[in-house]
């Protein structure tokens, strides 16, 4: 019997959400869990790689989405050996969004990293991870990096 049945893998290209993707992946595959790749586009700040944040800016909305869809295929989901994962794109406050997109999709289990792209984000705010893993609607999983040796 599979432990969980729908996964949701957060991933904002840090190295933490690497992580967080590697994990999702072994576990959709140890539970032949769907899985999904959600991407929020930060509606105030879009980050592109590649892309300084002003140049980001300029890019109108389909821009952006097609930008966002090939960086997540080309990091992501051409990782996965050919196991089936959908892709998925938001735009607004990431932890809404997170938390929206579980409740709608009926995840039972996010995985996502305990830090992202913006570290003082963590301080000034209050970190996605927390927010999403204190109101998620399913089980939480927050991976952290692998110390390196």
């Keep these: 019997m599979s432990l969980y ?31 999904s790749l959600l991407h929020v586009v930060h509606s105030g700040a879009p980050a592109v790689p590649g892309e300084s944040p002003r140049s980001a800016r300029r890019l109108s909305k389909d821009e952006l989405k097609q930008r966002l869809g090939q960086e997540m295929r080309e990091r992501y989901l051409e990782q996965t050996g050919g196991y089936p994962a959908q892709v998925r794109l938001r735009r607004g406050m990431p932890s809404i969004e997170i938390l929206d997109e579980l409740k709608e999709s009926r995840a039972d289990l996010v995985v996502l990293g305990a830090e992202g792209l913006s570290g003082v984000g963590l301080v000034l705010l209050g970190s996605t991870a927390e927010r999403v893993s204190r ?14 040796e």
């Design 5 to 35: 049945r729908h996964i949701v893998c957060c991933l904002d290209f840090s190295e933490h959400s690497t992580e967080a993707f590697d994990t999702a992946l072994g576990l959709a595959r140890d539970n032949q869990a769907q899985l």
């Design 135 to 148: 109101r998620a609607p399913c089980a939480c999983l927050v991976v952290r990096t692998r110390a390196r």
